[in-house]
């Protein structure tokens, strides 16, 4: 990832564009121009990982069914009133 935008823009700056007026500046276009095809590439495969499938350890392990925790007590912001 880090050298795909350092040999775009030298290759660009020495092959493509060494015959218009700023060669440096239109190097440096297409090389930031890599690095953002490089950020889209790795959002989308970020993107199209597949989801966790998240599994509560203590369902089925002979304590009973996860309830919430009903069965312990409610403590400070958790209390609810029951007058």
């Known amino acids: 990832m880090l050298t795909v935008p350092v040999i775009t823009f030298y290759i660009c700056f020495y092959f493509i564009f060494s015959n218009k007026a700023e060669p440096l500046a239109w190097s440096g276009f297409a090389a930031v121009g890599s690095v953002n095809i490089i ?3 790795y959002v989308h495969s970020a993107f199209s990982e597949p989801d966790e499938v998240n599994v509560d350890p203590r369902v ?3 304590v009973g069914k996860f309830d919430n925790d009903a069965s312990r007590p ?3 912001a958790f209390k609810q009133r029951t007058d």
């Open 39 to 41: 950020v889209a590439a």
């Open 60 to 62: 089925g392990s002979g």
């Open 74 to 76: 409610r403590v400070g």
